[in-house]
């Protein structure tokens, strides 16, 4: 007969501590990474967190900036809508989302294409079409968009050289706009380098199969390039328009501060600054605030909706 034999009482006491041992050790370090995400947290909660609850309570009160808010519950909104100028910032942005957003990417991608052929100085090419984006949309650059576009300016001459007679586009309600719009459309370089990367996954033997079958290319780019990179596009498609509905700093150096000639240029963010900042109407540009993020966030969901239609992923193909 086999006795059992006891196990002995150091070592019941060190199988026990193991898993204490290691539950301090997953503390310590759990600690460590808080630690470590603490200046990240902080600066989450006192910089985007902490001003977007205010601004959510501000919306709903009658807030001047030098007195204590007061409550005032849907008034700012309903004001809204009785505006006129209200209405007319967004009828220009939408004017400049639905123009500016295809134009930038239609070019983006012409210029993307072109690129993605192998050619002598395509570095030196592709490092020349960027550069206009790592500017922005800073101070300097609508400074100089504006001598651009002034009367008698180098555009100005240029077009009464082709017989169009419009003067400068700055002082021109009908045409600052698309001043706006063709900065915009300048600064192409991030999407042209998202579609640039899209275009890289292409197998090539899908072109070659094409080829064999007396495709030619607005063939092969309907029926392989643009559903395989309708990802890319989506993406880029997404991003521009959120961008596009931000727009600020470019209307506002171009008009020379006042959004206009006669509100031409008066985009959404730039008459909820003069409303927050020139008027002290903090309260009312809370609830604009929060009226273009409801917009935003509209237009997001409608396009991922439609996604579906004609965004086609290599999960689907399987």
Known sequence: MTLLKETPPDTRKARSAAPAAGKRRGR??????????????????????GPM???????????????APRWIGLDNFTRMFDDPRWR????????????????????????????????????????????????????????????LFS???????????????????????????????????????????????????VPRELYEAAEMDGAGPLRKFWSITLPMISPVLFFNVLLETIHSFQI?????????????????TLVYTCYLYQQGFKNSQMGFASAMAW??????????????????KWVHYAEDAR
């Not at 180098?154 to 082709?162: F, G, K, N, T, W």
């Not at 273009?292 to 909706?305: G, H, I, M, R, S």
């Open 28 to 49: 310590r370090e759990n600690l460590a990474g808080y630690l470590f995400m603490s200046p990240w947290i902080a600066g989450f909660l006192l910089l985007t967190a």
């Open 53 to 67: 609850v205010a601004s959510l309570y501000f919306a709903f009160t009658d807030y001047n900036l030098f007195n």
């Open 88 to 147: 007319k910032s967004v009828q220009v942005t939408a004017e400049y989302v639905i123009i500016g957003t295809p134009l930038k990417l239609l070019l983006a991608l012409g210029v993307a294409l072109l690129l993605a052929q192998s050619r002598r100085g395509q570095a030196f090419y592709r490092a020349a079409f960027y550069a206009p984006s790592l500017i922005g949309a800073s101070v300097s650059i609508g400074f100089v968009w504006r001598s």
């Open 151 to 201: 009367d008698h300016a180098i555009v100005d001459r240029l077009m009464s050289s082709a017989g169009i007679h419009a003067g400068g586009w700055v002082g021109n309600p009908d045409w600052i706009l698309y001043c706006l719009v063709a900065l915009t459309v300048w600064q192409f370089g991030a999407p042209m380098v998202i579609f640039l990367a899209g275009l890289k996954q």
């Open 248 to 264: 600020f700093g470019s209307a506002y150096v171009v008009s020379n501060t006042y959004c206009g000639p006669a509100d031409a």
């Open 291 to 308: 009226m273009l993020l409801l917009a935003v966030a509209l237009v997001t969901a409608v396009l991922f909706w439609s996604q579906k």
